[in-house]
């Protein structure tokens, strides 16, 4: 079936200091993938729609400038968060939707793993 | 837009018992409509989805969840508990061709033995 993985699983940085997460579609072409935050025993908040060769669409309220989001290839989707601080410690969680993995006209994802940002 | 409504924060079952998790929805049009469970510390799994047709629709690892118009609900329910059911469940409305998701706060279950 469909697999996405996530790099890296949990990441601790510096304060101030700029951190990549990747997020890969491994067997299909990823067409369009999602952002999701969530913080500690509370619901995904999406942040950002991602489709291949064209400007990431963030969700009202997060800032595009802080977490940049390129997705360079079909199956590749990063997610950098910019000057880190500790408010941006939570946990990443990409999902992709792709082409061949359409069920009655909709389309289903599939999830990473997640990624655990600590900012110290 | 869209919306979700999980009323139950935290539910304890022995094992074995039966379960019904609550899921509430608001949505304009037809819905999709989508469990999730997510174990700690790691990302989600699709337990069962609603997209069109049987409204009882029968999922992996025993769930079933059935979709009620009438009452905006798309209930999950399971027959007899195991240990290795426990975790965070998500309900999740999606509009069809953009496949953005909206989730429910989550419930987390507790099954004791």
């Known amino acids: 079936g469909a697999v996405v993985s996530q790099h890296p699983s949990w990441v601790i940085c510096k304060s101030g200091t700029s951190v990549k997460i990747e997020c890969r579609s491994l067997?299909?072409?990823?067409?369009?993938m999602f952002w999701y935050r969530q913080f500690p025993k509370q619901s995904l908040m999406l942040m950002a729609t991602?489709?291949?060769?064209?400007?990431?669409?963030?969700e009202q309220g997060v800032e595009k400038d802080k977490f940049l989001i390129n997705h360079a290839s079909l199956t590749l989707s990063t997610l950098t968060v910019t000057s880190a601080h500790p408010e941006d410690s939570s946990f990443y969680i990409c999902?992709?939707?792709?082409?061949?993995?359409?069920?009655?006209?909709?389309?289903?994802?599939?999830f990473g793993a997640g990624s655990r940002l600590t900012v110290l | 837009a869209q919306s979700v409504t999980q009323p139950d924060i935290h539910i304890t079952v022995s094992e074995g018992a039966s379960l019904e998790l609550r899921c509430n929805y608001s949505?304009?049009?037809?819905?999709?409509l989508f469990w999730y469970v997510q174990s700690p510390g790691q990302g989600l799994q699709l337990l069962l989805k609603?997209?069109?047709?049987?409204?009882l629709v029968q999922g992996i690892k025993g769930f079933e969840a059935e979709f009620k118009r009438s009452q905006s609900s798309f209930n999950l329910r399971k027959p007899s508990v195991h240990w290795s059911d426990a975790a965070e469940y998500f309900c999740?409305?999606?509009?069809?061709?953009?496949?953005?998701?909206?989730f429910g706060t989550g419930t987390r279950l507790q099954v004791t033995l």
């Open positions: 999740a409305v999606g509009t069809g061709t953009a496949s953005k998701l909206t």
């Open positions: 999902s992709a939707r792709g082409q061949g993995l359409r069920t009655s006209g909709a389309n289903v994802l599939t």
């Open positions: 609603y997209f069109s047709g049987d409204t």
């Open positions: 067997d299909f072409q990823a067409t369009t």
């Open positions: 949505y304009g049009a037809t819905p999709y």
């Open positions: 991602s489709n291949e060769g064209s400007k990431a669409t963030y």
